[in-house]
């Protein structure tokens, strides 16, 4: 779509009944494993609000981060394309931004006269690149520019705006000032701000329960939070219990947030998505298996096995997503920007790989997905796609291509490739047509 074609159809959405143009509120979590949840067969970790939101609204049992790991996956949230096509494709590059005209789902939503606003983590570039929130769609942002800067939750600084802001209560190893409590603050006062004239985008995004990878190198414990909350008498691993009262200490400010919502009279206009950007970590001396943080899959962040993309998706509408409801329906992050695009009246925009689901979320029919496709660049060239429920995975170029069928076993415990040539034969094509090259995240034919 071109800017002057995104103007035009932006002034039409302008027309529409404010009904007709639902706030947005996208939550993140950060590492989160499609098995921490309550409502995702957690039982030892307590999520009551997030168990709430998802009673209220519709539950995805088969929804996909756009990759493994952090940076790449929120680059596809953004921008509508999956990793064969974004820009950034993986984490070791931590400086590198999106293009100078990209389009992302914060421009376009502005573009339509929402207010938009980002707290949190970004991981999309900062200052060197001219990729920072402000210059790519947010009016307002307040946290980390990228992940290596968010693995500290009790940060010496964080940015607002374009401002350092500095946090001296947590110099010289003070610990005072827990940054996903302030991004829990930003979140509520912009929404005692907001009224109901003009529309917002919201992006809350976590760094919970993401490990600071350093800090687990000097101490047993690479997991932060404040106190270990109503798991400090429980016999685990400090780290353990500390992962857990993050977790919770996360689920209590998204409650805040959410009755903020009720409080000034948005939530019956307000579609709430949560979701995580990967699978669980083995971090920080954190043990993934301790938790079952998988739940029923293969793999963990890193990976593309289910366990490494497979992530919870929550989404709440008052009056228009009957509550209580579970799909198996498949979608990705990808599909986040023409989903926001059709609530705010506007065309979906063409050079992305998402479609709009707003029809699945509403209780309708839709054809699903051709295939999915993801890619991942760290410790070799990785490369899996999913079609139907036929799910081919290649670890290396050179290695061995594995099937797997999700709907018979969603585990990924029987590679089946052997016995279905014909089925390989025919995805296996899609691992070049579905991809372009980037010059920043070359082919390691290895």
């Known amino acids: 779509m071109t800017r002057r074609h995104l103007l035009g159809a932006a002034a039409a959405a302008f027309a529409q009944p404010k009904t007709a143009r639902p706030n947005i509120l996208f939550i993140l979590a950060d590492d989160l494993g499609y098995g921490d949840l309550e409502c995702y067969g957690q039982q030892r970790i307590r999520s009551p609000r997030i168990s709430r939101l998802a009673a209220e609204g519709i539950r995805f049992t088969q929804a996909y981060a756009g990759s493994t790991v952090c940076a790449p996956s929120r680059c596809c949230l953004m921008t509508g394309k999956h990793t064969g096509h974004a820009t950034i494709r993986g984490n070791r590059k931590p400086e590198l931004g999106l293009g100078p005209n990209e389009l992302t789902a914060a421009s376009l939503l502005r573009s339509a006269g929402y207010r938009t606003a980002l707290f949190g983590k970004w991981g999309l570039g900062g200052f060197d690149m001219d990729s920072t929130p402000n210059s790519r769609g947010f009016d307002e942002f307040f946290g980390y520019l990228n992940q290596l800067h968010a693995h500290n939750s009790f940060p010496g600084h964080i940015w607002d705006n374009r401002t350092e802001i500095l946090l001296t209560g947590n110099w010289f190893h003070q610990r005072k000032t827990f940054s996903n409590d302030l991004f829990t603050e930003k979140a509520v006062h912009f929404l005692e701000r907001q009224t109901t004239r003009q529309p917002f ?21 690479g997991i932060e939070c404040p106190d270990l909350g109503i798991y400090a008498n429980e016999d685990w691993p400090e780290v353990e219990r500390t992962f857990a009262a993050a977790i919770t200490r996360m689920d209590t400010g998204i409650g805040r947030v959410l009755d903020t919502l009720t409080s000034k009279g948005l939530d019956e206009n307000t579609i709430v998505f949560f979701s995580s950007d990967n699978g669980p970590h083995h971090e920080g001396n954190h043990d993934a298996n301790f938790f079952h943080s998988s739940g029923p899959l293969r ?84 490369q899996a796609v999913r079609k139907g429920d036929w799910k081919l995975v290649r670890q290396r170029p050179r290695m061995n291509l594995e099937l797997f069928n999700l709907e018979h076993d969603p585990g990924e415990a029987r590679d089946v490739a052997a016995e279905n040539p014909n089925i390989v034969a025919g995805l296996s094509p899609l691992f070049r047509t579905s991809r372009a090259d980037n010059k920043d995240f070359p082919v390691k034919e290895r």
């Open 201 to 221: 985008f919201l992006c809350l995004t976590y760094t919970i329960p993401h490990a600071n990878n350093e800090l687990g190198r000097f101490q047993k414990n």
């Open 299 to 382: 793999g963990t962040k890193r990976d593309l096995y289910e366990g490494g993309i497979r992530v919870p998706m929550i989404a709440r509408w008052k009056g228009e997503i009957a509550p209580g409801r579970t799909s198996a329906f498949p979608w990705a992050f990808w599909d986040f920007l023409p989903t926001a695009a059709e609530l705010a009246g506007l065309p979906t925009p063409s050079g992305i790989d998402g479609f709009s689901v707003l029809p699945t979320l509403l209780g309708k029919k839709q054809k699903p997905h051709g295939h999915f496709y993801w890619e991942f660049h760290e410790g070799g060239f990785q």
